[in-house]
């Protein structure tokens, strides 16, 4: 059911697509960067959810920890280019990446899932293949810190906005240079702003504390072909249009940017007025499927950094817009751990072998039930654990090990756990053979089995393919 849903819903954002594209023909909807002058009005009504800081805002301190790390992992080898499924076909990503965050946490985006680089956790013993990629891995964590601290305060400034929005109904003037407005919370416009509820520091801390980071790594200058961003024509995009996937619902995204800048590229002086500098990497926003709104392209400088608060990563788009210089990334996210994280696979894993009776050495094996409904669940786990993990995780390579091993004892324990789950898919086959099986139990037995074993089938055919 939720796969169907998930196609449909592809398929009418699809639809939208074609249709906003027919609709533009060759007319491109306008975009603001800070040269225009209705930029930061535009910014305050229609996307005061995003939140800037510019890089002067931050300890010099962690700059240079952080930089630091970025560059360390791009000597030791550590960025790779996910492939990627889209619509039934691979894709390399032209940005290469790296995850690193809370020990046994992964993160799933467009059919892939990325198992995390450790940072370094009290009470885990995490082996780094050099202590230059151990201090990388920390420099992040620090940064992590600092971001969550950072998105608590703006998120209680935004409540603060909000709630002086409902008592005063006087409008009062708040314009600003760019760089103030940049740093401070614009008011937010009567269509963004729902009722305010006081926000406790429960549901604060579940939508900042950040359990992973995912580094992006690009030169524009060695890519062979980059895609034109469509709706506005601003020019090359690395990341295309999209919302972020596989968050807490309502949560902070955070991101710190480093273009490794040099004289030779600069900010062009004599900037047109329409338009942003080619030369410059910039963030794009645009309302999600909106053709009325202008997109803004905001200027990405060394070390500047911007939040996405409450729900502008599922109401807006953002893309990011190549430069020309190689850029860095660290994008901070409470991923959805519900069913992303190594305690919750092992949890399944020991549910499903509860059904196996393993009392003694002596005698053979066999499941305790076949009823239809504990038979789906094991054979459910199997699935998950095969192809949500397993190859998953052996698909990409062994391209964790450039940092550590950290992930080779649970994925050998999750190897075990799939062997005692195939021998139960082979009890099952057997026991619905004899004969004194009661046939109503035995039928809804075998058609629940049937449609799992067939779905196993099918991805392990896709998964061979590719």
């Known amino acids: 059911g939720g796969t169907m849903k998930r196609r449909a819903g592809e398929r009418e954002k699809e639809l939208k697509k074609k249709k906003l594209l027919e609709e533009l023909g060759e007319n491109r909807l306008p975009y603001l960067t800070p040269a225009n002058a209705d930029f930061h009005q535009l910014w305050k009504t229609k996307y005061s959810k995003l939140i800037f800081r510019k890089s002067d805002t931050v300890p010099e301190e962690l700059h240079q920890m952080v930089q630091e790390s970025f560059l360390t992992l791009r000597e030791h080898n550590c960025f790779f280019q996910d492939l990627v499924r889209i619509k039934g076909k691979d894709f390399l990503t032209p940005v290469s990446r790296i995850l690193i965050g809370n020990p046994g946490c992964t993160y799933k985006y467009l059919n892939t899932r990325l198992f995390t680089v450790p940072w370094p956790t009290e009470g885990y ?224 894993c020991e549910l499903a072998l509860q059904n196996l009776q393993s009392d003694s050495d002596s005698m053979p094996l066999s499941l305790k039930s076949l009823e239809a409904a504990v038979v789906k669940q094991v054979e459910e786990i199997h699935n998950e654990v095969e192809f949500e993990w397993l190859r998953q995780f052996w698909f990409q390579g062994k391209r964790y090990l450039k940092c550590t091993d950290w992930w080779l004892k649970p994925m050998a324990k999750l190897e075990e756990f799939w062997r005692k789950m195939e021998i139960m898919t082979s009890l099952v086959l057997s026991e619905v053979r004899k004969e004194q099986q009661i046939e109503k139990q035995r039928n809804e037995t075998v058609s629940c089995f049937l449609l799992l074993l067939k779905e196993r089938q099918k991805l392990r055919k896709e998964w061979t393919a590719r």
């Open 125 to 348: 013993d995490i082996k780094y293949c050099s202590p230059q990629i151990h201090d990388a891995c920390k420099a992040l964590m620090r940064l992590n810190d600092y971001l969550h601290i950072e998105a608590v305060k703006a998120l209680q400034g935004q409540n603060l906005f909000e709630t002086k929005e409902i008592k005063d109904t006087t409008v009062i003037d708040r314009e600003q240079s760019f760089a103030t407005s940049l740093t401070e919370q614009g008011s937010v416009s009567k269509d963004q702003s729902g009722v305010c509820v006081p926000e406790d520091d429960r549901s604060l801390k579940n939508r900042t504390s950040y359990n992973l980071t995912l580094l992006n790594y690009m030169d524009p200058l060695q890519m062979l072909y980059l895609k034109q961003e469509p709706y506005f024509g601003m020019g090359n995009m690395a990341v295309s249009w999209h919302h972020d996937e596989n968050l807490v619902e309502r949560s902070v995204v955070a991101v710190y940017s480093y273009s490794c800048e040099d004289s030779a590229i600069e900010e062009s002086s004599e900037q047109e007025l329409e338009g942003r500098d080619p030369a410059v990497w910039h963030v794009g926003l645009k309302v999600a499927w909106d053709i009325e709104t202008p997109g803004l392209a905001i200027p990405l400088h060394q070390g500047d950094i911007y939040l996405m608060l409450d729900d502008l990563n599922m109401t807006h788009q953002h893309c990011v817009l190549a430069g020309l210089s190689p850029r860095f990334s660290s994008t901070h996210r409470v991923a959805d751990s519900s069913r992303g994280t190594l305690e919750y696979i092992l949890g399944q």
